[in-house]
C-alpha cells in the first residue's frame, strides 16, 4: 500500500503523475534558466506536477576529462534562482554525507545516485535532513532490495522516499528494463519512478562517455505509465548533441510538449 506524501502542493504517489525533468547537469545558468522557463511554461499548459531536476555535480564520469558541473556552491545558487523565480521545487544529486545538509538549504527532494545506492551512510544522511529522498536503484539491484536500502533511509522517521527504475546492466555497454521492477518495487510501499532516459543510456558505449538510443525514451515511458508507475524522469536539453553530460540519451526539450501527450494523454 503506498502512503502519498507532500512536496509541496505537489503529492507524490496519490494517484496523479508526478513529471521531474531538466538537464542532466548544470552547463550554465543560461541554459538551466532556459530548461526551467520552457519547463515552466508546460507545467502551467499541461498542469503538470513537475519538479526540476539538474545536477550540479556528476560523480561518476567515464573520464578524467568528462565534464562534471560547477561544483556546489556555484550549482546551488543557481538552483536557487530557478526555485524562486519559476517556483519549480528542486531535484538533485548528493554524493556524499557531506554535501547532505548544503544541498538540503535549497533542494527538496536529495536524490542518491543508482552507484551509490547501497551507501549506508550517504543514504543515513540524505534522510536525515529531513527533505524527500529519491533512491536511484542500481544497475546492478534487484527490483526487491531496493526495500532493504529503502528502510535505511526510513530508519531516521523520514518515510518520504522514492525509487526510482533506470535500467539493469545486461552485458557490456547496454541496459535492459525489466518492467516487473515497477510492479515488485511498488509493492514495497514506496512510490516508483520511471528514468526513461537513463534507460536508453549506453554506459561508456562510445568509449570515453555514455551513447544511447533516444528514440526508445517515449515508447519506454508509455509502457511504463502503463505498468502504474508514480512518475517519470526525464533529463533534457535544448541540444543533446552539444550537452556537455549524457549526449546521446537526453530528450531535446522541444520534444518534451510531445512526449507529455504522447505518455500522459493516452491513458
Known amino acids: 500500500m503506498i502512503k502519498p506524501f507532500k512536496i509541496g502542493n505537489i503529492e507524490v504517489g496519490g494517484g496523479k503523475h508526478i513529471l521531474i525533468a531538466g538537464p542532466c547537469v548544470i552547463e550554465s545558468e543560461k541554459i538551466t534558466t532556459r530548461v526551467a522557463e520552457r519547463l515552466a511554461r508546460i507545467r502551467d499548459n499541461f498542469q503538470l506536477q513537475l519538479i526540476f531536476k539538474s545536477s550540479y555535480l556528476k560523480a ?62 550517504l543514504t543515513v544522511a540524505v534522510a536525515e535532513t529531513g527533505k524527500a529522498v529519491n533512491i536511484k536503484k542500481g544497475q546492478f539491484v534487484a527490483p526487491e532490495d531496493m526495500g532493504v536500502i529503502a528502510e535505511k533511509a526510513k530508519s531516521t522517521g523520514n518515510d518520504r522516499i522514492m525509487l526510482t527504475e533506470r535500467g539493469t546492466s545486461f552485458g557490456y555497454h547496454n541496459l535492459v528494463v525489466d518492467f516487473r521492477s515497477f510492479i515488485i518495487m511498488r509493492k514495497l510501499g514506496y512510490p516508483v519512478i520511471y528514468d526513461a532516459t537513463h534507460s536508453v543510456q ?61 505518455v500522459f494523454d493516452k491513458q
Open 202 to 262: 549506453l554506459p561508456s558505449g562510445l568509449g570515453t562517455a555514455s551513447g544511447g538510443n533516444p528514440e526508445f525514451i517515449v515508447p519506454l515511458a508509455r509502457a511504463a505509465v502503463a505498468c502504474g508507475i508514480d512518475g517519470l524522469f526525464i533529463e533534457t536539453h535544448p541540444n543533446p548533441p552539444q550537452a556537455l553530460c549524457d549526449a546521446g540519451c537526453q530528450l531535446p526539450i522541444a520534444l518534451m510538449e510531445d512526449l507529455i501527450k504522447e
Open 60 to 121: 561518476n564520469r567515464t573520464s578524467i576529462e568528462s565534464y562534471t558541473g560547477p561544483g556546489i556552491d556555484k550549482g546551488l545558487e543557481i538552483l536557487g534562482k530557478v526555485k524562486e523565480v519559476y517556483n519549480l521545487p528542486i531535484l538533485t544529486d548528493v554524493h556524499s554525507p557531506e554535501e547532505a545538509p548544503l544541498a538540503a538549504e535549497v533542494a527538496d527532494i536529495l536524490q542518491i545516485p543508482a552507484f551509490l545506492c547501497r551507501q549506508t551512510k
